[in-house]
């Protein structure tokens, strides 16, 4: 007779959620890198920006043009300070999120442990009784030769 695992739908069940929870958690991690490259996006522009409006001042640029840039540069400050909050919360939810990740696969691995351990052990006694009726007709035919 075959091996059975009687928790083998449980075992399903946990693997299914262990993937439901990693793709969750690579979820986070884009989320954590667009806000990444975002952030750095908007830096970038926004150095471009000051270095324009600086080329500009040199060349006696109008002072409205100037307050433009300066009102630019506040709404682009701004704007970096809550993608800043943005990446906080997300990878406050990464983490939380790791840590939900490794529960689920720490249940998994418990089971299959479990599994691992019942079928050796399954295994083992199937090996013993196989050797049982092995000495067992070692022994009747030893008999049987004896008689004769």
């Avoid at 959620?17 to 986070?28: D, I, K, P």
């Avoid at 790791?98 to 199937?126: D, F, H, W």
């Amino acid at each position: 007779m075959a091996f059975r695992y009687r928790l083998e739908a449980l075992l399903r069940l946990q693997r299914s959620v262990e993937h439901q929870e990693e793709n969750r958690l690579l979820a986070c991690a884009a989320r954590v890198a667009g806000l990444h490259a975002e952030l750095r996006a908007w830096e970038a522009l926004r150095l471009e920006r000051k270095n324009a409006a600086w080329q500009d001042s040199a060349q006696g640029t109008p002072g409205i043009l100037l307050q433009f840039a300066a009102e630019w540069d506040d709404a682009a400050d701004r704007r970096e300070k809550e993608i800043h909050e943005r990446l906080k919360a997300a990878q406050a939810a990464q983490k939380k999120q790791m840590q939900v990740y490794r529960e689920a696969r720490q249940k998994r691995e418990i089971l299959e442990g479990l599994k691992e351990r019942q079928e050796s052990a399954y295994t083992t006694e199937e090996l013993r009784r196989l050797q049982e009726g092995l000495d067992e007709a070692h022994l009747l035919q030893l008999f049987y030769a004896s008689t004769r």
